[in-house]
């Protein structure tokens, strides 16, 4: 079974500077993706990045970047040039490739942007 | 293009009754997932549904039934509706199932008092 554990409730930040969010997964399989979801007050879930498994590049999103450590099964998101309007949920998420579209989601982290 | 779109936007409703909930997907996304998302919670996967069939559940007890119809719309159903039900409930769509991102709609808030 895939389980996906974000052990940072709550992360702040000023606007501007950089934030990582820590997320771990737990799965005996080796090829899977990995997801993060942005939710903001308007509830819309917004994909942010994602991470094939089998790529050991991080993948980068404008100021959006991961580094995933496959071995240590950790999957952090790096937000750079911190904005506004990056303030959300933000949801780490997994699937395995070839099964079906079940995202395990984790419990979510809550960013907050400070002027 | 329009992306995800979930009828109703919010929905109130009585212990005991049934409710539907309707999603359609983004234009060419022929596979359609439903989630319910707890307030406080990730979302959990309920249903997945490529071609009309069946292709994933969650656990989640038979009061919860889904069906995909030949334009790839795709509709929630809950039965004997308590308390617990009350939560966002998301669709998402993608193009083929496994493979590929899942896009969200903003979601169905279901109250049951």
């Known amino acids: 079974a895939q389980t996906v554990t974000q052990s940072q409730p709550e992360m702040s930040v000023q606007e501007a500077e950089t934030v990582t969010l820590s997320c771990t997964y737990d799965t005996s399989e080796s090829d899977y993706y990995l997801f993060w979801y942005k939710q903001p007050p308007s509830r819309q879930m917004i994909l942010v990045i994602r991470q094939e498994a089998y790529k050991q590049q991080n993948a980068t999103e404008n100021r959006f970047s991961v580094n995933f450590q496959k071995a240590a099964k950790s999957f952090s998101l790096k937000i750079s040039d911190s904005q506004l309007g990056d303030a959300a949920m933000y949801f780490c998420a997994s699937h395995l490739q070839g099964g079906s579209e079940k995202l395990v989601f984790g419990k979510g982290t809550k960013l907050t942007v400070n002027p | ?113």
């Open chain 2, 1 to 113: 293009d329009a992306g995800v779109t979930q009828s109703p936007t919010h929905l109130i409703k009585t212990r005991g009754q049934h409710v539907t909930l309707r999603c359609s997907p983004i234009s060419g996304h022929k596979s359609v997932s439903w989630y319910q998302q707890v307030l406080g919670q990730g979302p959990q996967f309920i249903f997945q549904y490529y071609e009309k069939e069946e292709r994933g559940r969650g656990n989640f007890p038979d009061r919860f039934s889904a069906r995909q119809f030949p334009n790839y719309s795709s509709e929630l159903n809950v039965n004997a509706l308590l308390l617990g039900d009350s939560a966002l409930y998301l669709c998402a769509s993608s193009l083929l199932p496994g493979y590929s991102e899942q896009y969200f709609g903003p979601g169905t808030r279901l109250t049951v008092t």
